[in-house]
């Protein structure tokens, strides 16, 4: 049980010991500053709906004055998940079209390999297999 325990401390201070983020991998002054900007964000944006409401409070009724602070909320809380949605659509299709160009691309592979290799391979069948096996190998060994 001791070796598993040290190895697992091992592994917990690397992680707090590293620059990395370990969710993201992003670094960790990088995560620290974007949470400080969302803070400061989300500080700004309080006061600038108070801000609103006191305006409003001057100009109309308490009431109306509330009503129009939450339908200003209300309005940006719309106008940002319209803004979402279309920055995900925007990426789902540079996603599909990345994924089309690389589908042409190894067809194209696939289909000048077939021109090349095809005839060789139908002819010597057991050959190509041996061959495919040992490269395959090969090539494992060398990743792993």
Same mark, same amino acid.
């Given at each position: 049980?001791?070796?598993?325990?040290?190895? /697992?401390?091992?592994?917990?201070?690397?992680?707090?010991?590293?620059?990395?983020?370990?969710?993201?991998?992003?670094?960790?002054?990088?995560?620290?500053?974007?949470?400080?900007?969302?803070?400061?964000?989300?500080?700004?944006?309080?006061?600038?709906?108070?801000?609103?409401?006191?305006?409003?409070?001057?100009?109309?009724?308490?009431?109306? /004055?509330?009503?129009?602070?939450?339908?200003?909320?209300?309005?940006?809380?719309?106008?940002?998940?319209?803004?979402?949605?279309?920055?995900?659509?925007?990426?789902?299709?540079?996603? =599909?079209?990345?994924?089309?160009?690389?589908?042409?691309?190894?067809?194209?592979?696939?289909?000048? /390999?077939?021109?090349?290799?095809? =005839?060789?391979?139908?002819?010597?069948?057991?050959?190509?297999?041996?061959?495919?096996? /040992?490269?395959?190998?090969?090539?494992?060994?060398?990743?792993?």
């Amino acid at each position: 049980m001791t070796p598993y325990i040290k190895v /697992a401390e091992k592994l917990l201070i690397d992680r707090i010991v590293s620059n990395k983020f370990p969710i993201t991998r992003k670094s960790k002054v990088n995560i620290g500053l974007l949470a400080l900007s969302c803070f400061f964000f989300i500080v700004g944006t309080g006061f600038l709906i108070y801000a609103a409401h006191i305006w409003f409070g001057n100009n109309f009724e308490p009431e109306l /004055a509330a009503a129009l602070t939450g339908l200003v909320c209300f309005s940006l809380c719309v106008l940002s998940l319209v803004i979402l949605a279309v920055l995900a659509h925007y990426r789902r299709s540079e996603i =599909e079209k990345n994924t089309q160009e690389t589908i042409q691309q190894i067809q194209g592979f696939i289909d000048t /390999a077939n021109d090349e290799f095809g =005839e060789p391979i139908q002819e010597n069948p057991k050959t190509a297999v041996a061959l495919a096996t /040992a490269l395959g190998l090969a090539v494992g060994n060398r990743i792993l």
